[in-house]
């Protein structure tokens, strides 16, 4: 009876959490493949398109810093309601932004959009998934909600390559149906919620440097923003860079997040006996010299991604375990790092193409690699993350 109770709470979590990753990953994983196309669609720069990512980013990084506050209003069922909404209207923006004409506007207003349902998400699922993972079992589930984002990035290549480079819009048209799926799935399914108070009272903007908190939720945030600088501007790296056609490049984009999928499904579904720690350092290795490599010989980025894949959902693993009732406020500090370094990453890395091109815009990825594998190594974070393995 224990058994049934327990998998009727748990499988209405799983398939909106996977689900609303999945979503987040799709019209998220769009915009890299079809950034040419809207930069030439809209006759803009690449400084100027970076409009399409970096509000995106602040308005994650807003919503997350007010997470307490949403959390305990809300609850975590009900922010995932919202985030779904949000991240449908803004992938709606972003299909009816080509009938605005020239003008790029509608297009921030959809970033803005989906940024804020980005930030709901970010937090809700991993808390929403670590209130009811079994403890034998997390590490796989974490790992299998984050190949899912996986999945998404694999098919939004493949949903690019479809429509070509003329009817993008159509493309983040499709990318709503499952934003409006998961939405009712989640209003049907989702048993109702206490309220999900982070353990402060209260947001903080501030991290102070002494909290046990503050480097691993930067190590994350810098590896984060080296997997979202090398999803999105890859295909815009081989156009331009080495002058790859656009099939080209978008069948390599989807090799890509190929090795992205099929890392996290194996995370997910091999019993490996390596404690999380050396995962991670195997992870930060591996996909900083695939990183740097990769400029010379650019099937190396394939690699990369297939290393980069487990990095997230190991280190939801293990802070779950290590912070328990603290991993919330985990959570909330490194999307609201991530969010800094991303809303500002988006901005210099177009106005370093437009000055010295997208070769020098990606060398900031291999930098941020580096400074997590530093953290990993050298602070607090090394003894939090000591394995079970």
């Not at 803005?112 to 590490?139: D, K």
């Not at 499952?178 to 947001?203: C, G, M, N, V, W």
């Not at 603290?326 to 999307?335: D, E, F, H, R, T």
Request: charged share 10%; glycine share 8%.
């Amino acid at each position: 009876m224990n058994v049934e109770k327990n998998t009727a709470k748990i499988l209405p979590v799983l398939f909106v959490t996977y689900g609303g990753l999945f979503t987040l990953g799709l019209i998220d994983n769009l915009r890299g493949p079809l950034f040419p196309s809207i930069l030439s669609h809209f006759s803009i720069n690449s400084q100027t398109g970076s409009l399409l990512f970096a509000p995106s980013s602040l308005a994650a990084l807003i919503t997350s810093i007010l997470s307490p506050w949403w959390l305990n209003l809300f609850g975590a069922k009900k922010s995932m309601i919202l985030s779904l909404s949000f991240m449908g209207v803004g992938s709606l923006f972003f299909s009816l932004a080509s009938l605005a004409g020239t003008s790029f506007w509608p297009m921030v207003v959809g970033a803005i959009t989906f940024g804020i349902g980005n930030g709901f998400c970010s937090i809700c699922i991993n808390i929403l998934l670590g209130e009811v993972a079994p403890v034998s079992y997390r590490r796989q589930l974490f790992s299998g909600m984050h190949a899912m984002y996986g999945l998404a990035s694999l098919c939004a290549p493949m949903i690019a390559t479809l429509f070509g480079p003329k009817l993008w819009p159509y493309a983040f048209l499709l990318s709503m149906a499952p934003a409006f799926i998961f939405l009712l799935t989640a209003l049907a399914t989702l048993p109702q919620d206490s309220r999900t108070p982070l353990p402060e009272s209260r947001p903080k903007t501030t991290l102070p440097l002494g909290t046990g908190l503050f480097y691993p939720g930067l190590m994350l945030a810098l590896y984060v923003c080296a997997e979202v600088l090398l999803s999105t501007r890859l295909s815009q790296y081989l156009e331009h860079a080495l002058h790859w056609d656009y099939h080209k490049s978008m069948t390599y984009n989807f090799y890509f997040f190929m090795c992205l999928t099929a890392g996290r499904l194996l995370t997910a579904f091999l019993p490996i006996k390596l404690n999380n720690q050396k995962m991670l350092l195997i992870s930060l290795l591996a996909s900083l010299t695939g990183f740097t490599l990769g400029f010379r010989y650019p099937f190396v980025f394939l690699l990369t991604g297939f290393f980069m894949s487990y990095f997230f959902p190991l280190t939801m693993d293990s802070v779950t375990e290590r912070f328990k009732e603290m991993a919330p406020a985990y959570i909330a500090k490194a999307i609201i790092l991530g969010g800094i370094l991303l809303s500002s990453m988006h901005y210099l890395v177009g106005l370093v193409t437009d000055n010295w091109g997208i070769r020098a815009a990606l060398l900031p990825g291999p930098i941020c690699l580096f400074l997590a594998l530093i953290i990993l190594l050298k602070f607090e974070f090394r003894k939090n993350l000591k394995g079970r393995g």
